[in-house]
């Protein structure tokens, strides 16, 4: 149980254009999802988190019009990153966390975004 | 900085050897937790260690946590090239998430692990 999909897997895009990533519970419904990004051979850093609902919460210096998040229902959640540029090429990971467990994230597969 | 810190960076050993990594943070915690992730993949969740627990195991894990030097250690008993991936821990501070979402993850930068058969 508690398995959390991510697609695409991999994307390439043009420089410009705007690339959106699903993230779903696949056997639960989540009330809480994260969206993270990595770097390679870096730690994973918060990006958003969103809440069905309701508007995502970003982390400090994450552009809110550069990457859009949308929580429409209790199993997806979605990030749109809008008029990509090459330093956005990252892998971006989600998570998602059952109501009342408060500790207990589980992760997805994450999406390796490479941008033109 | 919420962040945990790992160390060592890079580990290698032989097959039947045991691993050591460790986890440095700053701050004070509620819970710690070890994840695991193989090379382009998502994270898998190892093992949770809460701030008023000192040690826990799973299988052929072993977590260890000193709130009073602010650091855990995760050994990997009797090690296989399976096990070759990087290890992460992450710090959950419920009083940083105030005004925030309750039980954000920090994570540290990992200890990538290399098991060679």
């Known amino acids: 149980g508690a398995v959390v999909s991510q697609h695409p897997s991999w994307v390439i895009c043009k420089s410009g254009t705007s690339v959106k990533i699903e993230c779903r519970s696949l056997?639960?419904?989540?009330?809480?999802m994260f969206w993270y990004r990595q770097f390679p051979k870096q730690s994973l850093m918060l990006m958003a988190t969103s809440n069905e609902g309701s508007k995502a919460t970003y982390e400090q210096g994450v552009e809110k019009d550069k990457f859009l998040i949308n929580h429409a229902s209790l199993t997806l959640s979605t990030l749109t990153v809008t008029s990509a540029h090459p330093e956005d090429s990252s892998f971006y990971i989600c998570s998602a966390r059952l109501a009342g467990e408060v500790d207990t994230q589980y992760f997805g597969p994450g999406t390796r975004l490479t941008v033109l | 900085s919420q962040q945990g810190e790992e160390d060592p960076q890079a580990l290698s050993i032989q097959e039947g050897e045991n691993a050591t990594m460790n986890c440095s943070y700053k701050t004070s915690i509620n819970n710690l937790q070890w994840y695991r992730q193989n090379s382009g993949r998502g994270l898998v969740h190892l093992i949770l260690i809460r701030s008023n627990e000192r040690e826990k195991h799973s299988g052929r894990l072993r977590v260890t946590l000193d709130t009073s030097k602010k650091s855990s250690s995760l050994l990997i008993t009797a090690s296989r090239a399976a096990d070759t991936a990087s290890y992460f821990c992450a710090t959950v501070n419920y009083l940083a998430d105030r005004g925030s979402t309750l039980g954000r993850l920090y994570f540290g930068r990992g200890t990538q692990l290399t098991v060679w058969p």
């Open positions: 056997d639960f419904q989540a009330t809480t």
